[in-house]
């Protein structure tokens, strides 16, 4: 048989779901005459989620919050046991513990007192306790009657945390949270209502008590940017080797950035493994965030301190069951066991930006239809992808990628044979977001992490391992073409001019009525040709209406011994091929050629 049996598939998706679709396609393609080897090994839907790292609010005023509504200050009883007056040096405090408010140079009493040792108390459950008075936290509350013409109560409060239900309550030093202990007898809730007591004069100076405000470092959660995780797919690859040779496993990525609908990005490498997510990743942030601020790569806006607390333990528990764990992807590691084999990523485009100024909303939306075109088999799968236009008719692209095993001209060349290109928008940023420098090798570290050859996929073909196994480096088209025009990449000679064809001219052949295209070889800049695309072929852009299909007749028997049976033939459909980068665009016609693609053999 002239070339392998490959499965054909067309089909339309929406712009949203066009990694999965095209995957299914892939591993459930019924390709004659043998088992379909293509295998999805992961798969995850585009997942946010929030964590959150604890800080601490420095000289934070103590408040309390009381159940009239009202909010208040805390203060922080001062040491009074040993005050002595200014200049003289007596001692202020009597024999039961009391400092008393004076008035006046004769230190005349007002009748007003603090207590400044301790006192006791009853509590809840009639027991006896005794607290001493410095460094208690005490707020002064708004509680007129006739018994009170002061108007405030002076209560001693515990620092500590309400927790979820609302009800418990855990003593502590970070939050601004406080319940009431007891009330604080004596005069406080005169004093605090003053703010400072004379409580002596002598010889021209005056003693002051004074009660200082309250201030700690208080907690606070504070959310990381928004964590996200791309929509994205992994199928396992098995090409065919010769009979006395292990095969080899590949695998490729398609991931669809967040929010993105222009693009996929292609990966591809070795050893892959993953981890589906397990729990749920709203919960991370439903009731600790203002929901409408979780944004991917945006500081959402924490709206429940408790609830930030929660999700923060959890994180750091490697113990807790109960929470959410975000997927996880790797790569078998390079001999250095640092880097993962994992090429860059190549931009696979098949829409654009709208640039008109009467088009308001110029972003593609997610559920827009992009039509798909595929050639499967086991080595390899070729794909034409293109997006509906936006609504100025004219932001789409006619897209080519190839993955996988390309046929050797060496017999031994299976290991490492394996590799992707595919087909980039305008280098614009009002069309797709991207500008030269975005994508090449001197400008752009991702593209140069395998030395100064290393492909991105969409200028050059991107191979899996040279010779000497060095990764990802770019090979070149060659093939068989005549003259191109070389529009906006250089000016031809004039003595060749005449070689151009002219644009109504010919395309298939007045001695054959044949079409003639070519194999495309790809060629490395220090190794040379190695191998070729298979069952895809370079044909000239040239009177060939879309889609149509290019029937060969391959003049190989199909039995040999009966002539009856017929030749094979073969079936290519063409494309035209519209995308500003592709790896066309390094080789012998960068702007006439394009793409015919096997669809059957029969």
Known sequence: MPSKQVAWIEGETTADMLINKLADEIVNAQIPDTTNRWEKVFEVNEDKWVTYKKTTVGNTQGTYKHTDGKTYPVYKLPDLRNLNAENSGKLLVDEEGYIYETSGSSNVRTGKKIQVQQFTYTQADGSEATLLIPGLLVVNIDEPDENNPIGKKCYVVQQ???????VTFTPGTEWNEYQIVTELPSDWNDLLLKSKWTV??????????????YKFNMVQYVANPVHFYDRTVVLKAVPDVPPDESPYDYFVMLKHPTGQYNYIDLYYGKGFSGKNPSGNSVDTYLLACDVSTVLPGKVPVVIDQKQA?????????????????????????????????????SHFFYGADSVVSWVPNKKRRPDYWVE???????????????????????AYYSSFAYIGKTIPFAEYDHKGNFGITV???????????????????????????????????????????????????????????????YQGVGTIPPELSKMVLEANGFQSSKWTKKYHASPIYLVHQFEGYRSYLDSVVAITDHNLINKDELVVDTEEPKDPDDPTAGTWTEVYKFFKINTPVNFFKHSPNPTDCTIAILKEVY
Do not use: C
């Open 423 to 485: 087909g980039m928008g305008d280098l614009t940023k009002e069309k797709t977001g991207f500008l030269p420098s975005d994508i090449k090798q001197d400008t752009n570290p991702a593209y140069s992490g395998w030395g100064r050859y290393t492909s991105n996929g969409m200028y050059s073909f991107s191979m899996l391992q040279t010779r000497s196994s060095v990764y990802f480096q770019a090979y070149y088209a060659a093939f068989i073409t005549q003259l191109p025009k």
């Open 200 to 213: 002596y004069y002598s010889g021209g100076y005056t003693t002051y008590v004074t009660p200082p405000l």
């Open 309 to 345: 607390e929660l999700q923060y333990n959890k994180w750091n528990d490697p113990t807790d069951t109960d929470k959410y764990i975000p997927p996880h992807e790797a790569w078998a590691v390079d001999y250095d066991e640092k880097v993962e084999i994992k090429s860059p990523g």
């Open 372 to 394: 798909y075109n595929l050639s499967v088999s086991n080595d390899r799968v070729a794909i034409v992808i293109v997006g509906d236009p936006s609504p100025d008719m004219d």
């Open 160 to 166: 500590g945390k309400y927790e979820l239900d609302g």
